[in-house]
């Protein structure tokens, strides 16, 4: 389907774009940045900022970009004195009763204030008056604080909030220079955290991120929430070598601009206190550590010796190069591919916007490399049991037949305590591999942070331990992820690095006949 | 002198009830509306070149015409009687006199748009008004000329009245559309405009007072009658109020092109004892104020007062004398605009409140050279850069203040052992 088309100039360069794309974002696609503050893509455009304002020939006023959709022919200049000098005005009437508070103010080096008057050099204030002033710190729910003095008013959070999540938390009270923007209830929807992703000042200031790092020490990375099928796109910002705050990134198909409050608190698994650091064996009934040579050699010995009597209990937390690795390794063992998954924990539903009942990331991609054989059948029988990620075996004691537990997990459990051999695993923020949403798209999470020394993802494991089957050892998870390509149709003609920034869809089975 | 159409019963205290209003020949053009087809009565109205009475002038008959013929969506009419600008009391006059004769004009409004729905939204401050009209529409709803079946014809309208809440910005088309609606009043963008999605984003008309109440005459004189009177660029008769140190404050009616000075000084009387005329603000508080030399040269028209600099606006004409103070007026002014910006668009929300602290720091004596040059900088900086003209309207009599009277402005930012 051939979508209509407009040509439009831009700066003197010719840009074409779909019929009924706005001036700013015919502009943002041609590399033309038109500054913005009450703009957002994913929101209702009310234009009130005016910041936006552009001069389209053959109109005496300059037109709010915003809100302009493209016309064939339109001649458009961001860059003439009138557009600029508008700009620099409205920006000057923006920070007049704005609070000069940069060098305590948690947005300071993300803000668009600050970004913006740098670009037009509004270092001397005009203003010589009184500023008005209005309630700051305020806690208008568990996520977030409230300083009203820093808000410009160009209702993002109200629009979020009457438009996405329909709660209506927010309103601006009052009129003119008095206008206020204020919590009419406490904020506390499970999408509140939006609220600081959204607020281009340092009005909305989230309450687990506040005085944690100034920004400008941040690095950040591209990845994938954990937390549910959907596979929210985030960033992950770090500070040495610890993340210290997840952020949604842009994925129409996925999760718009959004991620969950939920979801932005998962970083904080990486470094909990149940997080299994070391590989341990179990000795005279107490576990010890030992190094991670030690631990591997001691879960291969049971491998090779119980090998087709293994059961595996797989884990949809996983990734794609995870599970294919561990399902090559069991088919070499002879053992069944028996790695049921578990059902989701209860207590979530799917709701309208983003989150899925099922809070495993990858049940779609796990499922496409796991066998039918319940875990908890097969356990009557096995003589080794190798449990992924899951606290699957919580009463060892049950089973008197077994002779072994591998437990390969991120975080200690019931079964890790009653494992032989506990074997750490990489968290999805310490290595890359790829998750498959409830879509079926497939998405590309990097590399964060730094494994705790020596522990290495799954696939690392099972491609290792796999070698003393006689297959062959993978060097990287795009190595897996090519031959996972070629042996799978839902990855056919993937690669790892084309999956880029918003991840793949597999083709359809009536697409792939057609192709 | 003056050229009664609209006013001409208003000396007749009964006019303003439908006995009166009968008797004096009322509800005759609705029923001569209601056997013409709809576009030929937008026709007339076309042809009278009666611009919109609220203040921007823009063309009553080319309004009703943008109405989209086949939709299936309601369409609507909406009066605007939420007359707030500074200096204006003449829709009040209508409502006060004459209330009738703007339901007959909404009636026929509605019947050549196709409306079945109209409302009148009215301001909150107009208390004893809304009791007049309220009484009014119900004794057109009980003598058939609203409701079902209208002068008994097939033709179904309701009218309601609607009640603001005491904010200026209502008065500004869409901002009332959003009052009327429930929600805060703040202008919308356009476009679209609200002949294509107004109220409930439905086609909708939205006329002044009296736009609306001249309309009878329109329909039983002729379009063509009405546009003979006045000039060729401002048709027919206006009411213009007067305020001010003149004998005879009020509001007349007057044809078009009338000059300014005749008026002040004919109708209105002139000044009173002891006071001279120091400046005139011709159109309500958000129109630059004329020099004396400049009234000379003025007409009550759309192009005279524009040719100067200054605008008809509502035609609520403010007289100043000569020993005003200009400061203490532009803070006053000033005030009204920092107060009534709605806030939602920055240069507004901004701009108002700073002009307004700066003039309240002159007032004060505490005021510096660079304070004039501020004034103009933020005038500037407010003009044709927001969703309305609110902004407009308030760096309009700000830039025109300075203009008119630079050494006042002058005198008051110099320190007083300099003087």
């Known amino acids: ?515 | 002198m003056e050229k009664k159409l609209l006013t001409k019963y208003w000396h007749d205290p009964n006019h303003k009830m439908l006995d009166g209003y009968l008797k004096n020949g009322g509800y005759a053009a609705i029923k001569k509306a209601l056997g013409m087809e709809p576009d030929a009565v937008i026709e007339e109205a076309k042809q009278s070149k009666l611009r919109g009475r609220g203040g921007a002038g823009f063309p009553a008959g080319m309004k009703w015409s943008f109405i989209p013929k086949k939709t299936d969506k309601p369409k609507y009419v909406v009066c605007n009687a939420d007359e707030s600008e500074p200096g204006t009391f003449k829709d009040r006059e209508i409502i006060h006199k004459d209330p009738h004769s703007l339901i007959e004009g909404i009636a026929i409004c509605a019947w050549a748009v196709q409306s079945h729905t109209a409302f009148i939204y009215i301001r909150g401050e107009f208390t004893e008004e809304a009791k007049m009209l309220e009484r009014a529409i119900q004794e057109a709803y009980d003598h058939g000329y609203l409701g079902k079946g209208i002068c008994g014809t097939a033709f179904d309208l309701e009218l309601i009245l609607h009640r603001g809440a005491g904010a200026y910005i209502c008065g500004e088309e869409t901002g009332m559309l959003e009052s009327l609606e429930g929600k805060k009043g703040q202008p919308r963008n356009k476009p679209p405009f609200p002949a294509s999605e107004g109220l409930f984003q439905c086609p909708t008309v939205i006329n002044n007072v009296e736009t609306l109440a001249v309309m009878p005459w329109i329909v039983l004189n002729g379009g063509a009658e009405y546009a003979k009177l006045g000039t060729p660029e401002s048709t027919g008769t206006k009411l213009v109020g007067i305020s001010g140190p003149v004998k005879r404050p009020g509001v007349y009616e007057i044809e078009m092109g009338m000059p300014l000075m005749t008026f002040i000084n004919e109708l209105a009387g002139g000044m009173i004892e002891g006071k001279t005329l120091g400046a005139v603000i011709p159109g309500g508080s958000s129109t630059p104020p004329l020099t004396p030399v400049q009234c000379e040269q003025a007409k009550i028209s759309y192009e005279s007062l524009d040719k100067l600099g200054s605008a008809l606006g509502t035609a609520g004409i403010i007289v100043l004398p000569d020993d005003f103070s200009v400061i203490e007026a532009m803070t006053v002014i000033a005030r009204f605009y920092a107060d009534e910006s709605c806030g939602q668009c920055t240069p507004c929300r901004e701009g108002t409140g700073w002009l307004y602290k700066t003039m309240k720091r002159i007032y004060a004596g505490k005021g510096a050279a660079q304070d004039l040059q501020m004034l103009s900088h933020i005038s500037a900086g407010m003009k044709g850069r927001t969703i309305c003209a609110l902004a407009d309207a308030a760096a309009w009599p700000m830039e025109g203040f300075l203009r008119t009277f630079p050494e006042a402005f002058q005198k008051a930012v110099t320190p007083k052992q300099a003087r």
């Open chain 1, 1 to 515: 389907m051939a979508q209509e088309t407009v040509k439009i100039t831009i700066n003197g360069k010719e840009v074409v774009a779909p019929k009924g794309t706005l001036i700013i974002e015919a502009a943002a696609q041609a590399g033309v940045e038109i500054p913005h503050y009450c703009y957002h893509p994913h929101l209702s455009r009310p234009a009130v900022c005016r910041m936006c304002l552009v001069d389209v020939e053959g109109q005496r006023k300059l037109q709010p970009s915003c809100s302009t959709p493209v016309q064939p022919g339109q001649v458009i200049r961001t860059d003439s004195p009138k557009v600029q000098e508008a700009v620099r005005e409205v920006l000057e009437f923006t920070l007049i009763n704005h609070p000069l508070d940069c060098p305590v103010c948690d947005q300071a080096g993300e803000c668009g204030l600050q970004n913006n008057y740098q670009d037009y050099g509004l270092y001397n204030t005009k203003f010589t008056l009184p500023k008005v002033h209005k309630a700051k710190v305020q806690k208008i729910g568990p996520t977030l604080t409230l300083d009203a003095e820093r808000c410009i008013l160009c209702s993002r959070c109200v629009r979020f909030t009457d438009e996405i999540t329909k709660t209506h938390e927010m309103g601006i009270m009052q009129r003119g220079d008095h206008a206020e923007i204020q919590a009419v209830k406490e904020v506390n929807n499970p999408y509140s955290t939006n609220l600081a992703d959204i607020c281009p000042v340092g009005a909305l200031t989230q309450n687990d991120f506040r005085f944690k790092v100034r920004v400008w020490y941040l690095k950040h990375q591209q990845s994938i929430c954990p937390g549910c099928a959907r596979g929210c796109n985030i960033v992950v910002d770090h500070y040495r070598g610890e993340a210290q705050r997840m952020r949604p990134r842009n994925n129409n198909a996925v999760n718009q601009s959004w991620m969950c409050d939920d979801g932005r608190l998962l970083y904080k698994a990486i470094r909990n206190e149940d997080r299994l650091n070391a590989p341990m064996l179990r000795k005279d009934g107490k576990r010890v550590a030992v190094t991670p040579s030690v631990a591997f050699s001691e879960a291969l010995r049971l491998l090779e010796k119980h090998a087709k009597h293994t059961a595996t209990q797989g884990s949809a937390s996983v990734s794609n190069e995870d599970a294919f690795a561990l399902a090559r390794l069991l088919k070499m063992m002879q053992a069944p591919v028996a790695s049921s998954l578990r059902e989701s924990p209860v207590g979530w539903e799917d709701d309208a916007l983003l989150r899925r009942a099922d809070r495993t990331p990858n049940r779609n991609g796990v499922s496409a490399f796991s066998g039918t054989e319940e875990f908890a059948v097969r356990l009557k029988t096995a003589t080794l049991a190798l449990v992924i990620q899951e606290d699957a075996l919580p009463e060892r004691s049950l089973y008197p037949q077994l002779a072994g537990v591998i437990y390969v997990g991120t975080h200690d459990c019931p079964t890790a305590r009653s494992a032989d051999v506990v074997l750490p695993m990489a968290m999805w923020a310490e290595y890359e591999g790829s998750f498959t949403n409830f879509q079926g798209r497939v998405q590309r999470f990097l590399s964060v942070v730094s494994a705790p020394e020596g522990v290495v993802p799954l696939w690392q494991l099972a491609s290792r331990w796999s070698e003393a089957f006689g297959g062959k050892r993978y060097a990287s998870a795009a190595e897996v992820f090519r031959a996972m390509a070629t042996e799978h149709p839902l990855f056919a003609k993937m690669t790892f690095d084309g999956l880029g920034e918003i991840g793949l869809c597999a083709p359809s089975a009536d697409q792939s006949k057609e192709a």
